[in-house]
């Protein structure tokens, strides 16, 4: 049903204002029916974080925001769903238009900064789906006009540890101004550093709750230098590489929408942030598993998320031009790599092209 319903709905999507076709998408999902995706191999089976994923697919954050639909999402075949960004107190975000399609490209710029209904609204639907089960992360972020940018993660940690499966701290969204800044220095520091004692403090109550970091592809390897040392000191659960890059490379096609200031997703972040992703993993030395995210729209291109060095990986903008078949292509790729290649389990396909692909040009 879900099929039919894509293949019919896809075509008008991409032909209305892409944030009302967001919203579109979101709706279809609510109130789709949806039969549960056929049981995954077991060979896709991970295990991070302290966590147990049927599979390495993950819904990144941004596509729901609000929490609306983690459970479709999941009967869908998404090992994992992160909702958010989520922001303490409901915020509006940046003025309309801020979602553009880069069709040529197969990119999306937005600069919505952090749109949230806010953690209240988002807690009472994820308490709500207590108990059925899944691992369903939670990103959260600042609000724009916090006097205490650090402490709108932690209460946020506080907030939701009894409904979250893991949370991602979203200090690398280019569309919050000085939000980047938080992971620079002493101040990534300050703010890794009450971030682990929340996560301890929590677990009283709910038990372990892995904290993840998401960083910028754009950091400069000195940058990386320091927040892998200090992550590693503070001993994050793990690192999120990378979220949108507020780079334009020469060779986009859509010129003209380029020129939208916005963060850059979907396939022209790929060869970046993979290099970042194998840049992270050849620092990180084994202490936590990373994710994959950026530019993956393919079994071939999660594929080589794997062997940069994640250990899971996320898709979002790519399905707007591949469509949910996507999530089912990744996992027969996934299934025929492990075959091929010997291998009994993702990990161990994880990070055999990293210290390879160090020594290669920077991406363009």
Known sequence: MISLFEALSRPLLRRIDAEDAHGLAILGLRFAPILPAARDDARLTVRAFGLDFPNPIGMAAGFDKHGEVPDALLRLGFGFVEVGTVTPLPQ????????FRLPQDEGVINRLGFNSEGAEAVLRRLAARAGRGGIVGVNVGANKDSADRIDDYV???????????????????????????????????????????????????AGATPVLI????????????????????RKVDGIIIGNTTILRPDWLKDREIAREAGGLSGRPLFALATRMLAETYVRVEGAFP???????????????????????????????????????????????????????????????????????????
């Open 92 to 99: 509006p975000g940046n003025p309309r238009p801020r979602l």
């Open 155 to 205: 209460r946020q940690i506080d907030m939701f540890a009894p409904v979250a499966s893991y949370f991602t701290c979203n200090i690398s969204s280019p569309n919050t101004p000085g939000l980047r800044d938080l992971q620079q220095g002493s101040v990534f520091d300050e703010l890794t550093a009450r971030v682990v004692e929340a996560r301890a403090r929590v677990s009283v109550k």
């Open 214 to 233: 998401k960083i910028a592809p754009d950091l400069t390897l000195s940058q990386l230098d320091e927040v892998v040392a200090i992550a590693r000191r």
């Open 290 to 364: 990373l994710i994959g995210a950026g530019g993956i729209d393919s079994g071939a291109t999660a594929l080589a998320k794997i062997r940069a060095g994640a250990l899971l990986v996320q898709v979002y903008s790519s399905l707007v031009f591949r469509g949910l078949a996507l999530v089912g292509e990744i996992k027969t790729a996934l299934v025929e790599a492990l075959r091929t290649g010997g291998h009994t389990s993702i990990a161990e396909m994880v990070g055999i092209d990293a210290a390879r692909m160090t020594a290669e040009p920077w991406p363009e």
